[in-house]
């Protein structure tokens, strides 16, 4: 009967969800199947709870800037959200509805492993602290620009997103830059307030967030498999929304951002958000360790964890620890265990200290570095070269067209050759020494782009003075004016001899500072993102000077600590050695004597591998086996000088 059924669906809400009452609180419960909306009654503190496609949300489209997976590792998104103030003065208010939508975004992303963590909100309520008008390609910018030169400085995040009072034109309700997530750049987006309850722009954030991730709209020519039928929504990256509401992430979202990854989007996103920074306070059962506690699996009802007390964030008995890549079976792994592996060209590994259950944060090459094999240089942990982007548009076989399509299609100033757009909006002509930087050209591939349906081949035929035409290649997506164009040429690509582009120009590498922050790692060592050195195997970090371990101050050791294992060897072949030649000599004349140069020598010779250049530490060993061939006289003389 219904009554039974919303009975069953009382005690699955209980079980699922802890929920506090208090007025004003929205609530979006996944039972199985069936999404429910919890909403407050206009008076009193009463809730009601309804079906999720009977919520209305405005009907809208995504303005996305285009430039079978799980991640492994849980990584976080350590997130900032804004409110352009349109619901007056009560700032508590709207503060509340942020958190909620920041709640509801969180609770998506945990299908893929990933948390977005609500590191800042801010409601401007005493006017706008960048342009924002009813032009979202614009807004879009001025927002970007600001939290580039303004925010990110003085907050660090990782991603940034403003939602905005103001109705955009058209139908778009919400724009961000494909493929950006990270990046000081772009990782950020701008979203419509267009709905009364915060799930519907929860619902909008989300799919810009999606872009950011690299992930594309979910059209029916791509054939995705999404778990929810069009009549409870569909999935979250579909190309416009209404109601019911989409709240799951189709095959095609999680391929998308699996590619991403792989490529080195979202380098930052393998770092734990700082605790302390964290919206809404403290509490145990939130999946956060804060301060107090030891450990924290969330609720009692999901915890899985059995290393950790989920009703008071505590250690089990005997336990060290409960979470991390450098906890196994509750205890810490040694240090120089690896526990994360360098996922590109650019990427750098990190490894277990041996004192901390988690993974150090990332790190990778200083922007500017030498692709390690590849004709291109870093940037942003990912190593940008032209013929990637052409396969990226024009699939395998598709290769970077010659110098001459890229000075003659980018010198017109069109929407199909240019350096991007101007402040007033126009698309910009590219000089000569920039025309690398503009409008990608392309030769050979599939005969039409691969990246959608709406991207269409701009072919130039130019001719050459020795006779004969050459093909160039370009593309034009049909996004709309108001987003710019994904066939230009990234940002950190290689555009001549230690020239990258930067801001649609070809600038010199030196720029980034790269050559002053290799200079300090003495030849055995590659700067990191940190300005760090990351050392090689044998040498010690700060300046991969003297022996060591390798690895950098901030990816931790490469190879485990403590005793080195070269010089266990050398130490045991010294004694082996020593023992053999004064056997007789340790029994029938001052044992304590000889005990004592043997110790001796051992312990000089462990200080020379710690304390001294590989190659001498190669020098010792040799000494030793040059030591094999004297007699004990000649050994204990020698072994006096040594």
């Known amino acids: 009967s219904n009554k039974c059924r919303l009975d069953e669906q009382k005690k699955l809400l209980s079980k699922t969800l802890k929920i506090v009452m208090f007025p004003n ?17 206009e008076e009193g503190n009463t809730h009601r709870l309804y079906r999720g496609e009977h919520l209305k949300v405005t009907q809208g489209t995504c303005g996305h800037v285009n430039g079978t997976f799980g991640c492994s590792l849980k990584t976080f998104l350590s997130f900032y959200i804004f409110q352009y103030q349109k619901q007056g003065k009560d700032v508590e208010k709207v503060k509340q509805r942020l958190a909620e939508i920041a709640n509801y975004v969180d609770k998506f992303y945990r299908s893929l492993n990933i948390r977005v963590a609500l590191v800042g909100l801010e409601v401007w309520s005493d006017g706008d602290k960048c342009s924002i008008t009813q032009d979202p390609f614009t807004s879009l910018h001025e927002f970007l620009d600001w939290r580039k030169v303004k925010l990110l400085p003085q907050r660090p995040h990782d991603n940034a997103q403003l939602i905005s009072g103001v109705y955009f034109q058209g139908t778009t309700i919400g724009m961000a830059p494909i493929m950006s997530m990270c990046t000081v750049e772009q990782s950020g987006g701008i979203v419509m307030d267009h709905s009364d309850n915060p799930l519907g722009a929860a619902v909008t954030l989300a799919h810009e967030l999606g872009h950011n ?17 069009v009549d409870r929504g569909g999935c979250i990256m579909t190309p416009s929304t209404g109601y019911p509401f989409p709240t799951v992430f189709s095959t095609c979202s999680k391929k998308d951002l699996a590619a991403s990854l792989e490529k080195g989007v979202g380098m930052c996103l ?4 700082e605790v302390k920074v964290l919206y809404g306070g403290q509490k145990c059962g939130n999946g956060y360790v804060e301060e107090g506690e030891q450990c924290d699996c969330g609720d009692l009802e999901e915890c899985l964890n059995p290393c950790c007390n989920a009703s008071t964030c505590t250690l089990k008995e005997e336990a060290v620890c409960a979470h991390g890549q450098c906890c196994e079976d509750c205890q810490l792994k040694p ?199 990351h050392c090689e195997s044998l040498w010690a970090p700060p300046f991969c000077d003297k022996a060591g371990f390798g690895g950098s101050m901030d990816s931790g050791p490469m190879r485990p600590t403590g005793i080195n294992h070269v010089s266990v060897i050398i130490i045991l072949l010294f004694i082996s050695i020593y023992s053999r030649k004064t056997l007789l000599s340790l029994f029938f004349s001052n044992k304590k004597n000889t005990i004592e140069k043997l110790s001796l020598g ?28 004297l007699t004990p006289a000649q050994l204990n003389r020698r072994y006096q000088k040594f």
């Open 25 to 41: 609180f929205w609530g979006l419960v996944s039972l199985e199947h069936e999404v429910y909306v919890l909403e407050p009654m």
């Open 602 to 629: 051992a312990i000089k010779v462990h200080e020379a591998m710690l304390n001294s250049s590989p190659h001498k530490v190669i020098i010792c060993f040799f000494m030793i086996i040059f030591a094999a061939y």
């Open 270 to 273: 393998f770092n734990m958000p």
């Open 213 to 229: 991730f690299g992930m594309n709209h979910d059209t029916p020519e791509r054939g995705c498999g999404c778990r929810a039928t």
């Open 335 to 533: 240090a120089g265990t690896p526990c994360r592996d360098s996922s590109n060209s650019c990427d750098l590994p990190e490894f277990c200290t041996g004192a901390d259950p988690h993974c150090p944060a990332n790190v990778y090459l200083h922007d500017g570095h030498t692709c390690q094999g590849v004709d291109g240089h870093c940037y942003n942990g990912i190593c940008q070269t032209h013929e990637q982007q052409c396969i990226t548009l024009w699939g395998q076989g598709a290769k970077p067209a010659p110098g001459i399509c890229f000075e003659r299609v980018n010198s017109a100033g069109d929407p199909y050759g240019n350096c991007g757009k101007d402040a007033k909006g126009s698309f910009a002509k590219c000089e000569a020494r920039d025309a690398k930087c503009g409008k990608i050209q392309c030769q050979g591939g599939a005969n039409r782009p691969v990246i959608g349906t709406n991207a269409v081949s701009i072919e130039t035929n130019i001719p050459l003075q020795e006779g004969g035409r050459i093909l160039c290649r370009g593309t034009h997506v049909y996004l709309g004016d108001d987003m710019p164009d994904p066939g230009l040429v990234l940002t950190g690509t290689k555009c001549g001899e230690n020239m990258m582009c930067i801001n649609r120009q070809c600038q010199n590498i030196s720029v980034l500072g790269v050559h002053d922050c290799s200079a300090k790692c003495s030849g055995h060592g590659v700067c990191n993102n940190n300005k760090n050195c």
